[in-house]
């Protein structure tokens, strides 16, 4: 059973920095691929940003310039440094990961989401 649980959400001003980790636990996975979305209440949940077993990465244009994905493979753990925070960054973040098991095979898993709010 894989597991995805992320920590590292809060209340910044803005203009301030937030680091959200992402940490896989788990036996016998792979993983190939992992992104971080967004969900604010009412809204449609949004891609953040993404990062490929090849390194690249992908972001979405409000993340851009001002969020940077990561992945520690050591430590399997996928980061998601968050600078130049605006209020409209306040939002639950939730991390998915594409995990191949030998017994599920490829399939997609979610963590519980943290909280981030910005105040103006």
């Known amino acids: 059973q894989v597991q995805l649980v992320e920590s590292g959400g809060g209340l910044v001003q803005a203009g301030g920095s937030l680091r959200l980790a992402c940490a896989i636990s788990g036996t016998g996975f792979r993983v190939n691929s992992m992104a971080w979305y967004r969900r604010v209440p009412g809204k449609e949940r949004e891609g953040v940003a993404s990062?490929?077993?090849?390194?690249?990465?992908d972001y979405a244009d409000s993340a851009k310039g001002r969020f940077t994905i990561s992945m520690d493979n050591a430590k399997s753990t996928v980061y998601l440094q968050m600078t130049s925070l605006r209020p409209e960054d306040t939002a639950d973040y939730y991390c998915?990961?594409?995990?191949?098991?030998?017994?599920?095979?490829?399939?997609?898993?979610w963590g519980q989401g943290t909280q981030v709010s910005v105040s103006s």
């Open positions: 998915t990961g594409k995990v191949y098991t030998w017994r599920e095979g490829s399939r997609y898993y």
């Open positions: 990062i490929y077993n090849s390194g690249s990465t």
